[in-house]
């Protein structure tokens, strides 16, 4: 049976750095107490919002348009940019129009960079690789495997390798080259909401919804107290931390609004990304809609 309690809706979080000023300001608001918080990586999240185990979640642009007959996307609120995103990139030893016929290693961790890689080599520069999808890994320094002549790399991995840029690999970041060929944002990552949460429980929806909204509102006015938070973030686990400047540039490039621009965007990669996402993608459509108010709660 769906409860509906005030802000206690099963939110995911995705547990890199892109969704650190989220989470301070969440915590800046007292809402990370009263929320039940569940931090991953995107597809992990994906799942468990399929599966009923998350009410409400940050997943792939990917994994929404193959869903969005199961949910529901929520107002206001997505991951993308407009122009260079900083963390999600194809890597590459040579210039991309020497790919043609070449590997190009695609990260399992991803669903939406890598068909967005895939679009960009294809339609935008006019190559045509051959792709292998493995586990994402740096250990050599360079993000791409042995064999590959590129890769695509995301989230913290790839901010890192953004920061410091290893000698003899280009960086090629994706936000940038769609701006450039189509002139619009691109969104990497939406919220969602599973339909029939949406529908039993609609007051909980717009509630975490606007707990959400407000986090990012709150980081915006703290970037520097965000930025030095997320330093501090980065470095655990054993992980190299990241300077307070480089996570402020990086901030400063990610854009968390879901307007009109992005709506399109989503429209335009849901029509060029099509054929490279493995399954069909859905254009938007106005059954995305949140219920209208007075729904059962």
């Known amino acids: 049976m769906t409860t509906c309690a005030t802000l206690t809706a099963r939110l995911g979080d995705i547990s890199f750095l892109n969704c650190a000023p989220i989470r301070w300001g969440l915590a800046d608001s007292g809402a990370a107490r009263q929320a039940e918080l569940v931090s991953a990586p995107p597809e992990r999240l994906a799942g468990e919002l399929l599966s009923g185990g998350l009410d409400i979640s940050p997943v792939s642009l990917v994994r929404y348009l193959r869903h969005a007959d199961d949910l529901c996307l929520l107002p206001g609120i997505a991951i993308g940019s407009d122009g260079p995103v900083r963390s999600c990139h194809i890597v590459s030893r040579g210039p991309l129009d020497d790919l043609d016929g070449r590997v190009v290693a695609l990260s399992a961790a991803s669903r939406s960079t890598t068909a967005l890689a895939r679009t960009l080599l ?16 740096r250990q050599d320094g360079s993000g791409i495997p042995a064999g590959a002549a590129a890769a695509v790399l ?27 060929w189509t002139g619009l944002p691109m969104v990497f990552a939406v919220w969602a909401v599973r339909r029939r949460f949406a529908e039993a429980c609609p007051d909980a929806v717009r509630e975490a919804g606007a707990a959400l909204t407000d986090a990012v509102a709150r980081a915006r006015s703290h970037p520097v107290e965000v930025a030095a938070a997320a330093a501090r973030e980065s470095g655990r686990g054993g992980a190299a931390p990241l300077g307070p400047a480089v996570l402020l540039d990086y901030y400063r ?16 990669f849901a029509l060029r990304a099509a054929g490279r996402a493995g399954t069909p993608l859905h254009p938007l459509h106005p059954s995305v809609r949140l219920p209208a108010p007075g729904g059962r709660t």
């Open 122 to 137: 294809e339609d935008a520069v006019g190559v045509r690789p051959v792709y292998r999808s493995v586990p994402q890994d």
């Open 154 to 180: 995301i989230g913290d991995d790839a901010l890192r390798l953004y920061a410091d840029p290893p000698r003899g690999v280009t960086v090629h970041d994706t936000g940038a080259l769609w701006r450039e």
């Open 253 to 268: 490039a990610l854009d968390y609004s879901l307007g009109d621009r992005q709506l399109a965007a989503i429209q335009e």
